[in-house]
């Protein structure tokens, strides 16, 4: 078994900053990819963005230029820097990992609880 536990997040004015943080924990042999979602009020959850072990990342639209992804693959530990928050930015963001646990050859995708951005204009 393997836990995501999310922090960061909060209530911003548009323009501000947050960093969110995602540490992941358990009977872990290694982390491949990891991501952060987003569930806006009322709306399916998406994509924000991706980074793999070795590093390659990729965006959505709506945040290239603004969020930017990285991690620490010594804590598997996951960031979000999001800059410039906007209003239409507010969402549950959640952390996702590709987890190969110590008991097992097979990849399970494990989701942290979620952390509440809001961004106020």
């Known amino acids: 078994q393997a836990q995501l536990v999310e922090s960061g997040g909060g209530l911003v004015q548009a323009g501000g900053s947050l960093r969110l943080s995602c540490a992941a924990s358990?009977?872990?042999?290694?982390?491949?990819?990891m991501a952060w979602y987003r569930q806006p009020p009322g709306k399916q959850r998406e994509l924000v963005a991706r980074i793999t072990s070795g590093g390659t990342t990729n965006y959505a639209d709506s945040v290239k230029g603004r969020f930017t992804i990285s991690r620490d693959n010594a804590d598997n530990t996951v960031y979000l820097q999001m800059n410039s928050l906007k209003p239409e930015d507010t969402a549950a963001y959640y952390c996702?990992?590709?987890?190969?646990?110590?008991?097992?050859?097979?990849?399970?995708?494990?989701w942290g609880q979620g952390t509440q951005v809001t961004v106020s204009s």
């Open positions: 996702n990992g590709v987890v190969v646990p110590t008991y097992s050859a097979n990849e399970y995708v494990y």
């Open positions: 358990g009977r872990i042999f290694r982390v491949n990819a």
